[in-house]
């Protein structure tokens, strides 16, 4: 990718701030510019590197920019994707990083100046801490980030998001909206809404006892409240039938158990820990990230 101008990064948050440091880690862009609502958070962006500006004035930092970056939660992305297309150049590339697809796309997609200049993204990076102290260069590398463009997506901004997010480190793949939502209500929303029950159903008084298995199993319970209620609202329906399936499996054990059928509870395990295996063989690096 060739040097690019300034960046806009709207939103700077441990994937803001990251996409941000991994610009200026790499030389890719001459400006990094973040925008936000928290003056402390931009001071702290500022202050770790990961942007050279910032500005809580969305139209104004969003002026000069060749690629805005929108890492706002999910409930933001349309409305701030529609003002970054209105206020930026005619050649400006608008992407986001949002982890739920169908309804950002059909929204900006109702916006004639959007709809031209938005390629949707979600790089499938990150972890349950926040804030721009978190900002990391490499939290990118080798990460797949997923572009779900439809027939109205310009085939320039196609382009230009592949290069972009190619740049900082991902691995770019791409599904339709609906299959990406499909797929993330499995593999991350799910998680994380276990990992909320799980951490929910221990008693305060048996935490005494909880080690490694309470510890890894809970990680991401650990993630902002507000940005995973959105997420869990924008993907609701999905979510609902990710549930399903892990109501099934919960019931296969839950029958195996009372029947004391040590073969069935066995089998259960095997098939988990296969699938387990597959993933763990898929993984570079090492899964440390969400």
């Known amino acids: 990718m060739e040097r690019l101008g300034t960046v806009a990064v709207v939103g700077v948050g441990l994937i803001g701030g990251s996409i941000g440091a ?11 510019v973040g925008i936000g609502r928290t003056p402390e958070n931009l001071a702290e962006a500022l202050r770790v590197g990961a942007v050279d500006d910032v500005t809580t004035d969305l139209e104004r930092g969003v002026a000069e920019a060749d690629v805005v970056a929108i890492c706002t939660p999910v409930t933001m992305i349309a409305d ?11 050649g400006v590339l608008v992407t986001d990083a949002g982890s739920t697809k169908r309804t950002i796309v059909e929204a900006v997609e109702r916006d004639g100046r959007a709809r031209n200049v938005f390629v949707a993204a979600h790089p499938i990076a990150g972890s349950e801490k ?24 310009p085939v320039d901004r196609l382009d230009r998001a592949r290069a972009f997010w190619k740049a900082i480190g991902c691995r770019v793949v791409e599904l339709d909206p609906t299959a990406h939502d499909e797929a993330l209500a499995l593999t991350s929303h ?15 008084e048996a935490l005494g006892l909880a080690a490694g298995a ?8 650990g993630s902002d409240a507000a940005l995973w209620a959105g997420i869990f609202g924008e ?4 979510l609902l039938n990710a549930l399903d399936r892990f109501e099934i499996q919960l ?17 259960w395990w095997d098939a988990a820990r296969s699938r387990r295996s597959h993933f763990q063989d ?8 969400d």
């Open 22 to 32: 991994a610009l200026r880690a790499r030389s890719l862009a001459k400006r990094v």
């Open 80 to 90: 701030v994707a529609a003002r970054a297309a209105a206020a930026g150049p005619a």
């Open 130 to 153: 926040k804030g721009a102290a978190a900002a990391n260069p490499g939290l990118f590398d080798g990460r797949p980030c997923v572009l779900t463009p439809t027939t109205h997506t």
């Open 190 to 204: 799910l998680p994380h809404a276990v990992a909320a029950a799980l951490a929910a159903a221990v008693p305060v």
């Open 214 to 221: 309470y510890r890894d199993g809970t990680r991401v319970a």
């Open 235 to 238: 993907n609701r329906g999905p």
């Open 251 to 267: 019931s296969a054990f839950r029958r195996a158990l009372e029947a004391g059928d040590d073969d069935a509870v066995r089998a």
């Open 282 to 289: 898929r993984q570079t690096p090492p899964p440390d990230v």
